[in-house]
């Protein structure tokens, strides 16, 4: 159930926009099993979360210092709209150091994680009426930001089948003569992907002949357990075209914190600097320094780094020591702080499947069906809990399916 869909219906004029009606549709905003895990715990009752993509351990201690450090110098005014100087340095220096293509700070906006990034980016490539092409399953929030800059999420499925892979040719298929624009994340939540280069090259290959913008999510980009991550921007002839979203969340575990960060042509980007000044009017200059102090240390984003390769070999392992399931098969992830469980031999959709393991054995996890429906049938188990708590509720998962498919 959506947050608006728990309030009565309101009955008085004036009407409120269709665009921000819209912006969940049927009630359901996708989090309705996060949603019953909060309250119970909030009730005392003994839950396993592994819904949220929230971290378990905070951020390292000298981004704490440090932004304590520039709130009690007097850094608590108006911050740059934009983001800082040093901010952008730091994030361009981030994007120069990892990529075939450097970036200067003139073509950074930071935005308020990397959600607000979304928003801006698709704000900057869409006029109202005009589509989007998702490529199912993708985050949960894919279709509402769409929907609230105004524009038609057209959902193009990767199929568990080809390791939800995207497919070009689908994708070009099911353009619309007024999409301008395919959204894409790599390494991919819930799915645990990572595209290739070949199917990057051939994304590309497609926005160019039909003169799309590429907006690429790539806040798990430092969550790479098999292959390599490749920034589509770093393909020929797609940085003019290429609207890259990022943030500290997931890399420094600094989801709270708030910020992300676009990174695209100057004439677009400078654009979006303008809808800062009609949205955040800028971020918390204490946040910001307290960024850039994340961005300096090597040690801030390796801490969170071996933290879910840990895990998420654990998680693999553990499972993989049960044998091939009877009510579940797992394709582990190539990257990101997930793993997606394929509940499909029980006979369950991935939400049946979730209420009875949240009520039958207190473990949260998510919905594939949350994600679009190329993941019914499956359940995404966020890595954010110890292993000594994470290996016995994913091996309760298992027996559970393992019943229920019998
Ligand atoms: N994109 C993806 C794929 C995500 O999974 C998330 C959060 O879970 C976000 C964007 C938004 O991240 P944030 O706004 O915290 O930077």
């Keep these: ?55 378990d351990v905070g951020p390292h201690a000298s981004v704490l210092d440090a932004m304590a450090a520039s709130a009690a110098a007097g850094n608590t005014g108006y911050a740059p709209v934009e983001g800082s100087e040093a901010l952008r340095r730091a994030i361009a220096a981030r994007v120069t150091a990892r990529s075939a293509v450097p970036a200067g700070p003139e073509e950074v906006a930071v935005t308020a994680g990397g959600q607000a990034g979304l928003f801006a980016a698709l704000a900057a490539a869409l006029d109202p009426g005009e589509s989007c092409v998702l490529l199912e399953p993708h985050y949960a929030t894919y279709g ?23 497919d070009p040719a689908a994708i070009e298929a099911a353009l619309a003569p007024d999409t301008r624009a395919i959204l894409i994340n790599t390494p991919n939540n819930p799915s645990g992907a990572v595209y290739s280069r070949a199917a990057l090259e051939g994304l590309a290959d497609l926005c160019h002949r039909r003169g799309l913008w590429l907006v690429s999510d790539e806040v798990y980009d430092t969550q790479v357990w098999e292959g390599a991550h490749l920034s589509p921007r770093e393909l020929p002839g797609m940085a003019a075209r290429t609207l890259v979203v990022n ?32 949205t955040n009017y800028g971020l918390p200059g204490f946040v910001q320094e307290a960024a850039v102090a994340a961005l300096e240390s090597p040690e801030a984003e390796a801490a969170v780094v071996r933290r879910y390769r840990a895990r998420r070999d654990a998680a693999v392992a553990a499972l993989s020591a049960l044998g091939p399931g009877r009510g579940w098969r797992l394709a582990p992830p190539d990257g990101g702080m997930y793993l997606m469980i394929d509940i499909r031999p029980t006979g369950l959709s991935g939400g049946a499947f979730a209420e009875r393991a949240l009520a039958e ?16 049938g499956h359940v995404r188990v966020a890595l954010t809990v110890p292993e000594a708590t994470l290996l016995p509720a994913l091996r309760s998962l298992a027996a559970a399916a393992d019943r229920l498919a019998a």
């Design 1 to 55: 159930m959506s947050l608006s869909a728990r309030l009565p219906e309101p009955d008085d004029p004036p009407r409120l926009s269709r665009r921000i009606e819209t912006v969940v549709v049927g009630g359901d905003d996708g989090w309705g099993i996060y949603h019953q895990a909060r309250e119970l715990i909030a009730a005392g009752r003994p839950v396993v979360n592994l819904t949220i993509g929230d971290h």
């Design 144 to 166: 509402q930001t769409v929907r609230a800059v105004s524009g038609r999420p057209i959902a193009v499925a990767c199929p568990a089948e080809t390791g939800f892979a995207p």
């Design 247 to 278: 943030s500290l969340s997931k890399s420094h575990a600094m989801t709270g914190f708030r910020i992300g960060w676009v990174i695209g042509p100057v004439r677009a980007v400078a654009r979006i600097w303008d809808l800062g000044i009609a």
């Design 361 to 376: 054995h207190g473990i949260a996890v998510m919905p594939g069906e949350s994600f679009g429906a190329a993941a019914a």
